[in-house]
């Protein structure tokens, strides 16, 4: 679907992305990631061909991306703003008009997600009446409402109350499962972690990691276990002996626990099993997966400890 | 193509929308035409009536001045001498503007003094210069000759010393319409300037609310320049013909309902004048007549509004896109709205020189500098709607056309230019501009 290849884009001294390349498939939702001042939102400004790159190229569905490619983007800046004098109506037929849509269409298509999400009532109404919140909903209407195959939000889910994230997740999911492909540049990593299918983070203009949600959990695993268990809690500790660590414990009832034991040396989790059984009575394990929090850290920091390093 | 008028349509919108368009669009021509009601009505006379105090201790005037039923002017005698500080400080004379000594040898040197208390406009200093001289130049016929006044007033014809261009001896008053193209062209600058103002302030509001960007997905930044500008400049040019119209159908409602005799540039006939030179009254009437005739002939006779407006388009059209680039420019390229403030200041001095370049056409028409002047995209607007007003020279109309043409070319490349600034500082924000920046945007395609 879009493919970006090798681009590097400088302003003057500063290099705001150096050789970064990474491709998003038709259909899915791709986590663009990256601590602030990385260069995310410059990758997508290029994407969105608001700005150019000094080299590189970016395709989409295989031809090189032109102006006339824009029509099939929908794009919802970070910091977005709206022409406040303007009603709610003519604000977004004025912007899916100029994605090339006709006026009859971005009529008939505002009244079905202003009724979809319940806001009919608003369709009048100029943008200096709505609250923050009320705002951030017609911004994402006039993004999405010329119906593009390619949607890049940048932090699309800040300002919303927790109700309206719902919302907008849901939303997403079932555009998703329309086809439609999305770009989702967020902090919020809970969220990546419950819509994305694969990522990609961005650190000091370089990309530094891309794939599925659950490879880049797999490949940052720390050998953690969980266990979930009914018994003596010293039985449980003095079964682990040297080859095991416990790392943490929750208390789940008078003699029901919940454990999470990280391996030592060669032991693996068979090894772990088999030490517990007869010990204590074992409900449920698992091993337990960092979150992406804990990946995006780790991949920070360890970039970062490298560098010191070096 | 589209998207720049989409962009210019919404414009356009926002801008006819607002109160101060609808505003300026009634108070603007209304105001223009209460200046020239008041110009008809009083012709610049500060003061609606004198009084004026003769002091004639030798009763030279025998206490009678030429009969004047306009009412603007009054005169009382006094038959004895007044110093001026009396005058001044009396409270007796306080009721009086004016203070006219007529000395015992008036006759002889000439000369009369008027002391007054605040200074008479020209108009009213020329009529109560030209009621003393008629009343002394009586005294003076029954003095010195042996003819009667009636006759005296037949031999003594009023000569009117015309100066003419010799390349254009037909045009009778190239400086008094060299006023009226200078009008026109302050009217471009001021339209230039309120409207380039308007694409400032739009270009930095869509940066500080972050709009911009959204646009930016959809439009380059050319075309968003351009879209704006348009749609700025259409507000400006509907503005414009609200104006024409308000101010035409006020033109003619004056002509027509209000100044009927007096508007009346044919009424004024100089042979007629002469012959109803005997009765002092009339001659007291034609002269006021003539006065505001003058202004009068120059609106409704002299003006050929039909070129004027059309050239006045043109020219407007052109530097409005010249200098709408230029704001466009400022606009994107500073980080903060107070900062494009800032950077206005040159361009207001700018549109200074183009004025005082007009001022100094006006006074030398014919001077080299105007030459350059009026190629000059910062100067021509005005310099030329100057000179077409006085009237080109046969053989130099060319220069009108050519002058267009360098101003159009000059704002090509200033869409250019500024649309390069403009894509590359749009998307910056809350910086500190500085120069360099400037040029290195310039620089970067």
């Known amino acids: ?32 990631l990256g601590p ?43 910091e ?89 997740k849901q939303e997403l999911i079932e555009m998703r499962a329309k086809g439609k492909t999305i770009i989702l540049s967020t902090h919020n990593m809970k969220s990546v972690e419950e819509i994305c ?12 990691a891309e794939g599925s949600i659950s490879e880049l959990q797999e490949e940052r695993k720390a050998g953690i276990y969980a266990v979930k268990f009914r018994g003596n809690m010293i039985a449980f500790v ?3 002996w040297t080859g095991f660590e416990m790392i943490d414990k929750d208390i789940l009832g008078d003699d029901r626990f919940e454990v999470r034991v990280k391996m030592r040396g060669d032991n693996s989790f068979e090894d772990l099993l088999k030490v517990l059984i007869g010990q204590v009575k074992i409900e449920a394990a698992w091993e337990v ?22 | 193509m589209f998207n720049s008028g989409l962009i210019a349509l919404r414009e356009l919108k926002e801008r006819i929308a607002t109160r101060s368009f609808i505003l300026m669009s009634i108070m603007g021509p209304l105001l223009i035409l209460l200046i020239t009601y008041l110009l008809f009505t009083y012709g610049g006379d500060g003061k609606q009536r004198w009084r004026v105090l003769i002091a004639d201790p030798a009763g030279i005037m025998e206490n009678k001045i030429m009969a004047n039923e306009d009412n603007s002017v009054s005169y009382s005698f006094a038959d004895d001498y007044l110093e001026m500080e009396e005058f001044r400080d009396g409270k007796r004379f306080q009721e009086f503007d004016a203070l006219v000594e007529i000395n015992e040898k008036v006759l002889s040197n000439k000369t009369v003094f008027v002391f007054y208390r605040d200074k008479p406009a020209v108009r009213m200093q020329t009529r109560i210069q030209f009621q003393i001289e008629r009343r002394i130049e009586e005294r003076m016929v029954d003095e010195f000759t042996d003819l009667t006044v ?29 006023w009226v193209g200078f009008f026109f062209g302050a009217m471009i600058f001021t339209f230039i300037f309120l409207f380039g103002m308007t694409i400032l302030r739009s270009v930095a509001h869509e940066k500080s609310n972050r709009i911009v960007e959204v646009l930016l997905a959809s439009v380059n930044p050319r075309q968003l320049m351009l879209g704006k500008i348009m749609g700025i400049g259409v507000a400006a040019f509907i503005q414009f013909v609200i104006w024409c119209f308000v101010i035409g159908f006020g033109l003619y409602f004056m002509r027509e309902f209000l100044f009927i005799d007096a508007l009346d540039a044919s009424k004024i006939d100089m042979v007629q004048m002469t012959k109803d030179v005997q009765e002092q009254t009339t001659f007291e009437q034609l002269f006021a007549a003539r006065e505001y005739n003058e202004f009068v002939e120059l609106i409704y006779e002299r003006v050929q509004f039909s070129t004027m407006i059309t050239h006045f388009l043109l020219f407007f059209i052109a530097g409005y896109f010249f200098y709408g680039a230029l704001f466009a420019a400022i606009g994107a390229t500073s980080g903060s709205e107070n900062d494009g403030q800032q950077f206005v200041l040159p361009l207001i001095f700018l549109l200074c020189l183009a004025l005082y370049a007009g001022y100094f056409t006006l006074l030398n028409p014919d001077s080299s500098t105007v030459d350059w002047l009026q190629y000059l995209p910062f100067t021509a ?48 924000f809350g910086h500190r501009i500085r120069l360099i920046t400037i040029f290195k945007w310039l620089k970067k395609s």
């Open chain 2, 381 to 428: 607007p005005v310099v030329v709607m100057v000179k077409l007003a006085q009237g080109y020279a046969p053989g130099e109309g060319y220069q009108l056309y050519l002058s267009l043409i360098f101003l159009v070319i000059s704002a090509i490349i200033m869409l250019f230019i500024a649309g390069r600034l403009y894509k590359n500082g749009i998307l910056q």
């Open chain 2, 150 to 178: 009636p006759e005296f007033r037949k031999i003594k014809q009023p000569l009117n010393v015309a100066f003419r261009n010799a390349n254009d001896p037909l045009d009778e008053s190239s400086d008094k319409r060299g």
């Open chain 1, 80 to 168: 977005r703003g709206l022409y406040k004098s303007m009603t709610v109506q003519d604000h977004a037929i004025f912007l899916a008009r100029l994605r090339g849509l006709s006026k009859a269409d971005a009529n008939r298509l505002l009244d079905q997600w202003l009724e979809k999400f319940n806001i009919g009532d608003w369709r009048k109404k100029r943008i200096e009446e709505l609250s923050k919140g009320m705002a951030q909903k017609v911004q994402f209407i006039c993004t999405v409402l010329h119906e593009p195959n390619l949607l890049i939000l940048d932090e699309p889910l800040s300002g919303f109350d927790p109700i309206n994230v719902e919302l907008i």
């Open chain 1, 1 to 32: 679907m879009l493919e970006v290849k090798n681009i590097s884009k400088s302003f003057y001294r500063k290099i705001a992305l150096d050789d970064v390349s990474l491709h998003v498939n038709q259909g899915e939702i791709f986590g663009l």
């Open chain 1, 197 to 208: 299918d694969r990522a990609a983070l961005i650190h000091e203009a370089k990309k530094i």
């Open chain 1, 289 to 310: 997966l960092p979150s992406m929090q804990d990946v995006f850290i780790d991949l920070v920091q360890g970039k970062k400890e490298v560098a010191d390093v070096q």
């Open chain 1, 238 to 240: 003095n079964a682990l």
């Open chain 1, 36 to 78: 602030n001042g990385a260069g995310k939102t410059t990758l997508i400004r290029i994407i969105n061909r608001i700005i150019e790159p000094d080299s590189g190229h970016v395709r989409l569905n295989g031809d090189l991306m032109t102006q006339k490619h824009l029509s099939q983007i929908g794009y919802l800046p970070e």
